[in-house]
């Protein structure tokens, strides 16, 4: 590989680099989902069919009926180490639910982030456990999203005291509900039913998610999912909200795609950036997950319909559902996967296309922050890590570019000497790589290396909720936000308040970290070796300038990666060339200390030089 094709893949990784940034700043819209053929069973039963006996069409109840009804019933509060909220009688839904150790933003005042909401207020979002009726029992007998239900025992829902909720339908079936909920983000409903009527029944439990309109701070990045996301067995699905319109029920446009069999495990809800409301059925049985959306009430809802329960008279049955509502923590969710089977659930967090290299990134993160104490400087030393694993192939590339410096003087005789003759000209740097030992694709490996680990690197700072909010040192109080200091109020020197962020005054007038990263990477430019092309040399010389306006946006922790990478890159770069007798001027050229060099330099000078000149 010679010095333009080089050049063409270090031009071909920063165009991608490039394109990256665009797509970060314009997202595409969502493609829409092909059409599958529709399904022969309803996947409605409000429009007045009869349901069939046992599928989650018999769900009756649980179909919306009007977006906007509020109904007052009493409600018991919830109080955890985690959460704090109430959980109404209505339904026995939990649709008043905060989370105490995350806040909106930074500011003293911030309101806790909260994550569902009664119908009534805008953005409601609310869970609810109820049973379909099958046989033997009508869908009025059987309590739904609707049922006032009251309360057996326990005052307060806390992870020592669970409540207990009692319904009688008054024909025979007395149905109780034990609600308990851990120290972090885990409910569980355990639902029965008491058949003391003379026949046998046969109906099912389910649990449903109802959101009301798409989130109010979706963020619509490509590099994130937000949406719909299923455990099916083994395979995970993840459909974002405007993909998920196109299942209208209203519309009878329900297609096979939007419900999943799962015949062991499995589990389904919807996640956001950083928080997340998943339905999860007994391990081990199977259930049907559906994905449904109603348009005349822009409705989205999640379902987990347990399998039939035949209950005979004078018996009784007992299904539990977990449901979990909280913050995507990694230890917390690893925790559910590893200690309590939820099969799959660390696949919940957006690892994205490179998580074989996202997983063990963040893993690494996460422990040194464990370790250090500061997630900031557990990047730098995660940076000091990542380069030290790719050491052996940069001293490769560094050697090699050693090398081509010192040849570069008779390259560039050599160019003289053959004029327009490319063929000529390869031939000849050919020989002169073959007889000095140099191999030019030496250097292009670690640098199409550095691609995937940026991009994973990127991918666990956007998605992951450690780095939300979490400070580095002085005016860097959040990793995952960009710099916050600008220079048109001199960094916080002047009065007046930085332009806001994301505008154009924003992205022109950038912080201190934007500017660090664009010095660091014109300090590392110097001693890469110079194209030879007029074009490619004006292109490269800017492109580090280019870089520090484009990702001045980016989360400060990401350029935090980036300046740490490259000054560690320069040192490596600068001691390894020295070592081999290179003697790097990064304000100029580079002065090669091989005598026979200087010697080979200046007779291919003198013999490029017309006769009589």
């Known amino acids: 590989m010679d010095e333009q094709n080089k050049n063409l893949i270090l031009a071909t990784v920063l165009s991608f680099l490039v394109v990256m940034v665009w797509f970060w700043l314009f997202p595409p819209e969502d493609p829409a989902l092909t059409s599958l053929p529709p399904v022969a069973e309803s996947t409605d039963a409000a429009d007045g069919t009869t349901p069939t006996a046992g599928s989650d069409t018999a769900v ?37 639910l905060s989370l105490l150790q995350y806040r909106e933003d930074l500011s003293d005042d911030a309101d806790i982030v909260r994550l569902m909401k009664p119908v009534g ?11 379909a009726a099958a046989e033997g029992i009508t869908a009025d007998q059987v309590p739904g999203p609707d049922t006032i239900w009251e309360v057996e025992s326990g005052e307060t829902l806390t992870p020592e005291t669970p409540v207990t909720l009692r319904w009688d339908n008054g024909v025979g079936q007395i149905f109780r509900t034990t609600i308990s909920v851990d120290d972090l983000f885990m409910f569980d409903y355990a639902q029965s039913v008491e058949n003391t009527s003379g026949a046998d029944i046969t109906l099912r439990p389910y649990g449903l998610l109802r959101r009301h309109g798409e989130p109010a701070d979706l963020k619509r ?27 209208d029920v209203d519309a009878r446009e329900a297609t096979q795609a939007e419900r999943q069999e799962a015949t062991v495990n499995g589990w389904v809800g919807y996640t956001d950036h950083y928080w997340m409301t998943t339905l999860i059925p007994e391990q081990g049985t199977p259930f049907r997950s559906t994905s449904k959306y109603f348009d005349s009430r822009n409705l989205f809802q999640a379902e987990a319909v347990m399998p039939l329960q035949t209950v005979a008279a004078g018996a009784s049955a007992e299904v539990t559902t977990r449901l979990f509502a909280g913050a995507k923590e990694w230890e917390a969710i690893r925790n559910y996967e590893r200690e309590e089977g939820v099969t799959g659930f660390l696949d919940s967090i957006d690892w994205g296309w ?5 997983k063990p990134i963040f893993w690494l993160l996460h422990y040194l922050n464990v370790l250090i104490g500061n997630m900031g400087w557990a990047i730098v030393a995660l940076t000091f890590i990542l380069k030290a694993l790719v050491l052996p192939l940069a001293y490769k590339s560094y050697v090699s570019m050693a090398k081509m410096k010192e040849l570069q003087p008779e390259m560039e005789a050599l160019k003289e000497r053959t004029g327009e003759d490319r063929q000529a000209m390869q031939q000849g740097m050919m020989k002169l790589y073959k007889d000095n030992k140099v191999n030019p694709a030496a250097g292009c490996l670690p640098i199409l290396l550095q691609i995937p680990i940026f991009f994973s690197l990127y991918k666990v700072i956007f998605v992951t909720i450690e780095l939300r909010h979490a400070p580095w040192l002085g005016w860097i109080n959040d990793l995952s936000a960009p710099d916050p200091s600008s220079f048109i109020n001199l960094f916080g020197i002047l009065p007046w308040a930085a332009p806001e962020q994301g505008s154009l005054l924003g992205l022109i007038f950038i912080g201190i970290m934007p500017i660090v990263l664009g010095v660091s990477m014109w300090l590392q430019q110097k001693l890469n070796l110079a194209p030879t092309d007029p074009t490619q040399k004006m292109i490269f010389a800017w492109m580090p300038w280019v870089f520090m306006f484009m990702l001045g946006g980016f989360a400060s922790g990401l350029v935090l990666y980036w300046i740490t990478n490259n000054i560690i890159t320069f040192m490596q770069q600068y001691a390894i060339m020295t070592s081999h007798g290179a003697k790097p001027d990064v304000f100029g050229n580079i002065k090669s200390s091989f005598k026979k060099g200087d010697e080979a330099s200046e007779a291919a000078n003198k013999s490029s030089k017309p006769k009589g000149k």
């Open 354 to 358: 490179f998580f074989f290299l996202t």
């Open 60 to 96: 009756a109840a649980a179909e919306p009926t009007a977006a906007t009804t509020t109904i007052d019933a009493p409600r018991i509060a919830i109080e955890t180490p985690e959460l704090t909220g109430s959980l109404s009688m209505l339904g026995a839904r939990i649709d008043d």
């Open 121 to 131: 207020e805008e953005n409601a979002y609310f869970a609810s456990f109820g049973w």
């Open 221 to 247: 990045f490509f590099i994130l999912h937000e949406g719909l996301v299923r455990m099916t067995d083994t395979e995970l699905e993840e459909t974002t909200y405007s993909n998920i319109t196109d299942y």
